[in-house]
Structure formats: structure tokens, C-alpha cells
């Protein structure tokens, strides 16, 4: 009985590959320079990121995207880019409105990037935080080529939900990683430390990524 080899290059084919190897790499859909460029500005961003802000800024949801949409672009993992850009997609909004907002209109709404503007600290370290522009764009892109995974609500809460508190353990308050010691750049103090922990921990999976993720589910599909 003959047998026939299956087309790797059928639609059926990549997307039932991805279900069971949601990191594996089917289809080349991920252009190679931009893994390269990526990986690249990554090569400059993290070691100036280290030795400027020390190891514990890596905690931030940020950088966290910034570092696993390596990974991601690499494996063609739609999972990690939908987790990521669940992670990311409206606090990049907010910091990109406050940014932007400021170039316009002199004015910060939020606050969340004040640093930006701040002639003290090394004006190639801002530049470098201009990450917090491309990364969406790079996201949206990604999860536009790969799919959206139905999975990355509950996994990205996982996440969240081991990342909140040990940044609240090994951070300082000053530098309020995450926002674990209150919203934006102030320390909350109208009620326990513990219980604002709590709601962070309940806010971010329902008011933060919940929405993006019916939106992407609606919009992109299922993966």
C-alpha cells in the first residue's frame, strides 16, 4: 500500500502542529531578519538595562514582553505572543498616551512616563525605552501572522499571578514595580499593603487582560 507524505505547507497541518507544539516552528511565518533585528536590540537594550537599573527591573511586565517576544518571534510560538500581548497591550497604551501626550501638549495624563523627559538620566538609556512604542506594533504583528491562542488568558494569569507577588517581596517600594505598592509613581497607603497586593492580583486578569483577550478572540480567531 503506498503511502503518502503529508503537505507541510497545509493550513490543517500547522495549525493542528501548533495546538500540540505551540513553540515549535511550522511554517517559516516569521521573517528571519526580523528575529535577527530583534535579538539585536535586545543585545544592546539588556546589558545597558542591567547595569543602569539593576536585575530586579527586569520584573516589570514590560521587559518580561520585551525579553519572551524573543522567544516567541524565534519558536513561532503563537501562545507566547498572545500571553505577551495580553501582558502588554493597554498599559503600553497608557504609557504610549502619556508619552505622546506630553510631546503635544507638554502635559503628562498619567505620569507613567515621566523618566522620558528627565534631563538626569542618559539620554541613549531613554532612547532605548522607546521599546515601549515598537513592542506593541511588533506584538499585534506577530499574533496577526500566528494566530491568536485561546490559552494565553489563563496562562498570562498564571504569570501574573506568581510575578506580582515576588516583585512585591524583592523590590523596593520606591522604584514600585508593577505598581505593587500602588498606582503609577504613588504609594498607596488607604489600605493594607497586602490587600492592595490582592486587588492588583484580581485587576490585572480581569480589567487588563480579559478585554484584550475577548477582543483578540473575536477579531484574530482561535489559534
Not at 505551540?22 to 535586545?42: D, M, N, Q, R
Not at 505572543?81 to 503600553?92: C, D, G, R
Not at 486587588?199 to 477582543?215: D, I, K, R, T
Amino acid at each position: 500500500m503506498a503511502h503518502v507524505l503529508p503537505d507541510l505547507h497545509d493550513p490543517a497541518l500547522t495549525a493542528r502542529a501548533r495546538v500540540f507544539l505551540p513553540g515549535a516552528a511550522v511554517g517559516g511565518v516569521i521573517p528571519l531578519w526580523s528575529k535577527l533585528l530583534y535579538t539585536l536590540f535586545l543585545a544592546v537594550l539588556v546589558p545597558a538595562y542591567w547595569v543602569h537599573w539593576g536585575p530586579k527591573n527586569f520584573l516589570w511586565f514590560s521587559d518580561i514582553a520585551l525579553l519572551t517576544t524573543a522567544a516567541a518571534l524565534w519558536l513561532e510560538s503563537s501562545l507566547l505572543a498572545s500571553m505577551m500581548l495580553l501582558a502588554i497591550a493597554l498599559p503600553e497604551l497608557a504609557w504610549n498616551v502619556d508619552f505622546f501626550g506630553r510631546l503635544l501638549t507638554g502635559r503628562h495624563l498619567f505620569g507613567l512616563s515621566n523618566y522620558m523627559f528627565d534631563a538626569r538620566k542618559p539620554r541613549a538609556l531613554r532612547a532605548l525605552s522607546l521599546f515601549h512604542v515598537a513592542l506593541p506594533i511588533v506584538l499585534i504583528w506577530a499574533v496577526h501572522r500566528l494566530g491568536y491562542d485561546d490559552r494565553a488568558w489563563l496562562l498570562q494569569t498564571m504569570v501574573a499571578l506568581t510575578v506580582l507577588p515576588v516583585t512585591y517581596w524583592v523590590t523596593d517600594a520606591a522604584d514600585n514595580v508593577n505598581w505593587v505598592y500602588g498606582p503609577g509613581q504613588t504609594r498607596q497607603s488607604w489600605m493594607h499593603p497586602l490587600m492592595y497586593l490582592a486587588s492588583e492580583m484580581v485587576f490585572f486578569p480581569v480589567v487588563v487582560y480579559l478585554p484584550v483577550h475577548l477582543l483578540l478572540r473575536t477579531v484574530l480567531g482561535r489559534a
